[in-house]
Every structure is written in C-alpha cells, then in structure tokens.
C-alpha cells in the first residue's frame, strides 16, 4: 500500500480561491518532504523542499507568496496554492523521504488541480 | 546547480529486447541513487534503489559508477508494460542547510513495440 499519501486526488476551483493539498506520510517521520508540479507531456519540476519545523526552501522562479508550503509535523505537509488561476491548474505531487536505511524517497499519489 | 543527466529519449524498441538508461550526476557527495517509472498521469514509483555493487531485481539491472560518476539500469527482455518514463533520481545531504536536496532527471521515454 501508499506509503505517502496524497489528498485530495482531484480538485476543481474558481479562479481567486484557494486550494490545500496535504502530503502525509503514513509509515515513516519524514523531516524532508518535496513538492512538485507536472504539466502535460513535461517532466517533473520540483517547486520547492518542505524541512519540518522551518521555513520550506523554494526553487528559483517559484512564489512562495503563492504556493504556502506548512511542514508542522513529522507526517504532514501542505501545499495551498493561493488566489489559483487557470494557468495553476496541473498535476501537483509531494515526496517525503524515509530516514530508514536506503533514503528512500517515497511519491504520493499526485493531485490534479483544474482552476475555472 | 547540481545536475542530473539522462539519455535524451524517447527509446522505441521491440518486444524482446534489451535496453539501457544511462544518467549522470555532477555532485561528487551525492548519498542515494534511484530509478523510478512513471506512467502517464500518474506519479512516479520506486523502481529500484542503486547501490555501489549494483543490484538486479528479475529483468532489471541497476549500477552505479562513483568515480565516473553515473548510473545505469539495464532492462531484459523488454515487455508492453515496461512502457514509461524512468527517472533518475539523485539525493544528496546540504549540510550547510542541514537538509536533503533531491536532484532528478528529466526522465527517459521507453515505448516497447509489440
């Protein structure tokens, strides 16, 4: 079973509201978690890196105005991306590393955003 | 910024076949080496961790070069289902920031051809 879990799998908004999407990790305490947007036919692009406890670590050319990453605990992140507009809408997925043996790093299972 | 290098894809083979990935990583302290599959519109999954001595999981076979620096994954026999995009993923430990920095590739295509 999902290892990381993703919620809400699908979401549709009106332009100018907010939507939150939360990252959980369900077997692991993950410190580190990440964020990243997929558009159609492109590759992943890591937005940015969720440390529990401390502010999250944005990649150039992200907004962290718009897309407020909260890392409050060792099993949850989340993800609100704020007054969406229709060019926000993609394939959203979180990541969290397992600090077991191996690092793994574990996907969730993705979140469509469509903002009308 | 560190990069994580792959095969320009995409790969089209036969039924049959065998075919290999290479990706390159330019951060000599990188810790852990992954291959993940993504399907279309789905997330991607684990499909191998890459370890120094290399590891095999039935058709698939995963190395990793430190001192060149890159690792490869080897699939046998190619199947239908083998089509999807692998992605090359590299973590490494910021220790200045104190936290894991996760680097991957662009992905590869691979489309086996009945």
């Known amino acids: 079973g999902a290892v990381v879990s993703q919620h809400p799998s699908w979401v549709i908004c009106k332009s100018g509201t907010s939507v939150k999407i939360e990252c959980r990790s369900l077997?692991?305490?993950?410190?580190?978690m990440f964020w990243y947007r997929q558009f159609p036919k492109q590759s992943l692009m890591l937005m940015a890196t969720s440390n529990e406890g401390s502010k999250a670590t944005y990649e150039q050319g992200v907004e962290k105005d718009k897309f407020l990453i909260n890392h409050a605990s060792l099993t949850l992140s989340t993800l609100t991306v704020t007054s969406a507009h229709p060019e926000d809408s993609s394939f959203y997925i979180c990541?969290?590393?397992?600090?077991?043996?191996?690092?793994?790093?574990?996907f969730g299972e993705g979140s469509w955003l469509t903002v009308v | 910024r560190k990069e994580v290098e792959q095969d320009p894809g995409p790969f089209n083979v036969p039924e049959g076949a065998t075919v290999a990935f290479n990706c390159t990583y330019s951060?000599?302290?990188?810790?852990?080496f992954f291959w993940y599959r993504q399907d279309c519109r789905k997330e991607p999954k684990l499909l191998m961790s890459v370890y120094s001595s290399g590891n095999e999981d039935g058709r698939f076979t995963a190395q990793l070069n430190r001192a060149s620096q890159y690792i490869s994954l080897l699939i046998r026999d190619s199947k239908l289902s083998d089509s999807a995009t692998y992605l090359c993923?590299?973590?490494?430990?910021?220790?200045?920031?104190?936290?894991?920095?996760?680097?991957f590739g662009k992905g590869t295509k691979l489309s086996v051809i009945p």
């Open positions: 993923v590299v973590t490494s430990l910021d220790s200045g920031a104190g936290s894991y920095q996760l680097t």
């Open positions: 990541s969290a590393r397992d600090p077991g043996p191996g690092n793994t790093i574990y």
């Open positions: 077997d692991f305490q993950a410190t580190t």
């Open positions: 951060n000599s302290a990188s810790q852990s």
